[in-house]
T-cell receptor, first 111, second 113 residues
Framework: GDSVTQMEGPVTLSEEAFLTINCTYT??????LFWYVQYPGEGLQLLLK?????DKGSNKGFEATYRKETTSFHLEKGSVQVSDSAVYFC??????????FGSGTKLNVKP | DVKVTQSSRYLVKRTGEKVFLECVQD?????MFWYRQDPGLGLRLIYF???????EKGDIPEGYSVSREKKERFSLILESASTNQTSMYLC????????????FGPGTRLTVT
């Protein structure tokens, strides 16, 4: 069935370190892919998206590339900041009622 | 920018009370959703609606009902609140375009005592 698998957290990094959060998906349709971010006590915000194979989504220094052959959408950032500390959710959707979230990865960035 | 608002950020209710959580979106989106978020369980879909007066059960509808009388407003109702409904409740909306992305409100943290 449809599902999203993302790396378990928490992930703890020092400021300016490189970040990778892995995400793979299993979808019966041809999905759009998303990364959402949730800051403490808040709702989810769309961070970036990609709608077709080989598309790269980017925002605020974060990037992810739609890899259809490996069914992956890994999130990367070259230099994290303390303000990036949050929970990151990978998600995909291929119909309005077919939308799936990963379990979330908590990122802690230390000064 | 899409804006999804929820009536309360924090709510404390007693066991057995009837609870209404309101969600309003301002982008004329057709689809609206209610999720609950619990530590270790991620986001779980309670109900969604794809049109006025239309609703579909999600993964965990037991103990909840919904109402959508106007396109912009989607209400979640706890008929008789119980302590196991203490949670963060998130509302979302999406349009009918092919990207399917969902836009979220700030959430309501409900505590049932």
């Amino acid at each position: 069935g449809d599902s999203v698998t993302q790396m378990e957290g928490p992930v703890t990094l020092s400021e300016e370190a490189f970040l990778t959060i892995n995400c793979t998906y299993t979808a019966t349709g041809y999905p759009s892919l998303f990364w959402y971010v949730q800051y403490p006590g808040e709702g989810l915000q769309l961070l970036l998206k990609a709608t077709k194979a080989d598309d790269k989504g980017s925002n605020k220094g974060f990037e992810a590339t739609y890899r259809k052959e490996t069914t992956s959408f890994h999130l990367e950032k070259g230099s994290v900041q303390v303000s990036d500390s949050a929970v990151y959710f990978c998600a995909f959707g291929y119909n309005f009622n077919k939308f799936y979230f990963g379990s979330g990865t908590k990122l802690n960035v230390k000064p | 920018d899409v804006k999804v608002t929820q009536s309360s950020r924090y709510l404390v209710k007693r066991t057995g009370e009837k609870v209404f959580l309101e969600c309003v979106q301002d982008m004329d989106h057709e689809n609206m959703f209610w999720y609950r978020q619990d530590p270790g369980l991620g986001l779980r879909l309670i109900y969604f609606s794809y049109d006025v007066k239309m609703k579909e059960k999600g993964d965990i509808p037991e103990g909840y009902s919904v109402s959508r009388e106007k396109k912009e407003r989607f209400s979640l109702i706890l008929e008789s609140a119980s302590t196991n409904q203490t949670s963060m409740y998130l509302c979302a909306s999406s349009s009918l375009d092919a990207t399917y992305e969902q836009y979220f409100g700030p959430g309501t943290r409900l505590t049932v005592t």
